[in-house]
């Protein structure tokens, strides 16, 4: 059975870091591109960022280039994203996700999806 479980979320204000982890099982973490994913208030499923099996290439979406980094720890089966210089648009629901851009909607379909994290950015 797959499992992702994130955490990490909070409460932070403009221009606050937070760092998020999601804790996977039931499949083969190491051959799999992970995503990040989130909804906003009001909107719509959003991809954030990916990251490639072993760990050496990434993307992200415009809105979070240069602010945040997706990495991950193969040997632990974890996954994160380290978030600076939030902004109140930042504020959403963080779920990490199996696959990469063009893919985790296929994965979330088929059943791999976690409860996310919420994180609210505001003074």
């Known amino acids: 059975q797959v499992q992702l479980v994130e955490s990490g979320g909070g409460l932070v204000p403009p221009g606050g870091s937070l760092r998020l982890s999601c804790a996977t099982s039931g499949f083969r973490f190491n051959t799999d591109y992970m995503s990040w994913v989130r909804r906003s208030p009001g909107k719509g499923l959003e991809w954030v960022s990916h990251?490639?099996?072993?760990?050496?290439?990434?993307a992200y979406s415009d809105s979070v280039k240069g602010r945040f980094t997706i990495s991950r720890d193969n040997a632990k089966k974890m996954l994160y994203l380290q978030m600076n210089n939030l902004d109140t648009a930042d504020t959403a629901v963080y779920h990490c996700?199996?696959?990469?851009?063009?893919?985790?909607?296929?994965?979330?379909?088929?059943?791999?999806w976690g409860q996310g994290t919420q994180v609210t950015v505001s003074s």
């Open positions: 990251i490639n099996s072993g760990g050496s290439t990434t």
């Open positions: 996700a199996r696959g990469g851009r063009a893919d985790w909607e296929i994965w979330r379909a088929a059943g791999s």
